[in-house]
Nanobody, 115 residues
């Protein structure tokens, strides 16, 4: 059974940092492109960043220079380091794993940026 479990969300002040983690089980992790998406209240889910199985990355313009994705294939885990957080980063953040026609989602973790 495939599971993606996100952790690390929470409440942080503007300008602060958080590190999200997504641990996967049930997939051949090293073959998968891994991504982080987010969905704010009343808005559609949007791509934050993807890291391919080969380590290439693609960031949304809104997070370039502030967020960094990384993966540890030995731990079947992908990370999202988020710095200089802004109120508009507030959303539920979802982990996604994709390989060929297979796609899996985590349950999401809430990130709230507020003073």
């Amino acid at each position: 059974q495939v599971q993606l479990v996100e952790s690390g969300g929470g409440l942080v002040q503007p300008g602060g940092s958080l590190r999200l983690s997504c641990e996967s089980t049930g997939i051949n992790f090293k073959n998968y492109d891994m991504g982080w998406y987010r969905q704010a209240p009343g808005k559609q889910r949007e791509l934050v960043v993807i890291i391919t199985s080969g380590g290439n990355t693609n960031y949304a313009d809104s997070v370039k220079g502030r967020f960094t994705i990384s993966r540890d294939n030995a731990k079947n885990t992908v990370y999202l380091q988020m710095n200089n957080l802004k109120p508009e980063d507030t959303a539920v953040y979802y982990c996604n794993a994709r390989w060929l026609s297979y796609a899996h989602w985590g349950q999401g973790t809430q990130v709230t940026v507020s003073s």
